[in-house]
């Protein structure tokens, strides 16, 4: 099959990650997840791949067998099967060259994939773009990983001259909402050695470095009173929350900061005079610096606490994930280097980003599979303007069996690189 054939299938089964469904621990959170794992399962059947297993939670694992009896390190590959939450409209996914200037996605509604606003567009002049019309998301955020991990599969399925020791992959449900599949990974049963994910990023870049992440739930709890007769009793929580968020340091918020800049996001504010509950977001990417937030939180609590009243306001910071570059340091640095070859054995100049957001692979590697992420080639990520170039989904799909053959070049007796 095709390698744009089989991502335009994927994206025909609308698998948005339900933020409800997965608060109430339900997964996978939308019913199209799991069907989407069980046409993996029937595609993986055909391609002849073994130990395949589907999950009552939508987790997907499968094995290509070694064909070779050298001693090689199992080498595995991810992607996730939900899209975002911010737009769950069906998926109307079409294949459009593109001559430079602006894209028309929609003559009905005038949408337009415009020059101006995404300047990068540039250097997909005379390639093929995979758009949607402009009502939703594409869901290449990680159908295309999908697409390129299959595609591979098959390509080594079909050349049994390349040899490779055992490759296993792994699909998993909302990864959009705290990395959950990841967190429900079994990764000593699944028995890998090392592992990529494959998510987001133009064609070129590779992570290896991303946020540390923590949570922040902090409730006002105020005193209600009728305003009548409100003086002196009406301790009103929104206002002490206002007054929280206004004592947060000036300027560290997603909207002001870039690179490796840490923040604060406050992300949700609910409540009452009588009870608010504010949410936040914590990351940086040093762990000293993103302890120094969690105890700022801690003690602004506690001043504000002290300020207000014993039991005014009360804060529970939580670890979501840590950063993956603390996983691959030393004796577990070895698959970012076979990564770095696998790029240029592709004619692929590397582009290591340090990624302001979370993905699988921090969690995989935080239960001991090393991971780092490998690119999709697709751009715009959570927006109706998302898209895919063709020839660098190709490309994404191209690393992966050039991984595989990295891995065994690396450790095979007698070829093993200095």
Not at 29 to 57: C, T
Not at 108 to 135: A, H, M
Not at 155 to 172: A, N, Q, R
Request: with cysteine.
């Amino acid at each position: 099959m095709d390698i744009v054939e089989r991502f335009i299938n994927y994206t025909k089964i609308n698998t948005t990650t339900s933020r409800e469904n997965g608060a109430n621990g339900i997964m996978p959170s939308s019913p199209g997840q799991m069907v989407l794992a069980q046409l993996l399962v029937s595609e993986l059947e055909a391609l002849g791949m073994k130990d395949i297993i589907l999950r009552d939670n939508a987790i997907v694992t499968a094995s290509l067998p070694a064909n070779t009896d050298e001693n090689i390190p199992i080498v595995s590959f991810f992607g996730h099967l939900d899209t975002s939450a911010e737009q769950a409209a069906d998926t109307k996914a079409q294949r459009k060259p593109y001559k430079g200037g602006d894209l028309c996605l929609n003559p009905e509604l005038n949408i337009y994939l415009r020059e101006s606003e995404f300047p990068e567009l540039k250097n997909y002049i005379g390639d093929d773009l995979i758009v949607t019309d402009g009502t939703s998301l594409l869901g290449a955020d990680d159908k295309a990983a999908i697409a390129a991990i299959m595609n591979a599969l098959q390509y080594l399925i079909s050349h049994p001259d390349i040899k490779h020791g055992e490759v296993k992959v792994g699909f998993v449900p909302d990864e959009e909402q705290g990395l959950r599949g990841a967190k429900a990974f079994d990764v000593s049963g699944f028995g890998a050695d090392f592992g990529y994910t494959l998510d987001c990023c133009g064609i070129g870049e590779f992570v290896y470095e991303n946020w540390n992440a923590g949570d922040a739930e902090i409730i006002f709890t105020g005193q209600s009173a009728h305003p009548m007769s409100a003086k002196g009793k009406l301790k009103n929580s929104l206002l002490m929350a206002h007054k929280f968020i206004s004592m947060l340091p000036g300027g560290e918020a997603p909207e002001y900061t870039e690179g490796r800049e840490g923040y604060y996001w406050v992300k949700q504010l609910q409540g009452n005079s009588a009870r608010t509950v504010l949410k936040l977001d914590i990351r940086d990417f040093s762990e000293e610096g993103y302890q120094s937030r969690m105890v700022f939180i801690r003690q602004l609590t506690e001043s504000t606490c002290a300020l207000w009243g014993e039991g005014s306001v009360v804060c529970h910071l939580t670890d979501r994930y840590a950063n993956v570059f603390n996983s691959l340091q030393g004796e577990a640095h070895y698959p970012v280097d076979i990564a770095l070859r696998a790029y240029k054995r592709c004619g692929i100049v590397p582009a290591p980003v340090a990624m302001r957001g979370g993905y699988d692979g921090a969690v995989l590697s935080q239960k001991g599979l090393p991971c780092p992420n490998i690119f999709t080639g697709a751009h715009n990520f959570h927006s109706v303007y998302e898209y895919l170039p063709v020839r660098s989904l190709q490309a994404a799909s191209d690393v992966v069996v050039a991984v595989v053959q990295e891995t065994f070049d690396e450790f095979a007796a007698g070829s093993r690189q200095s």
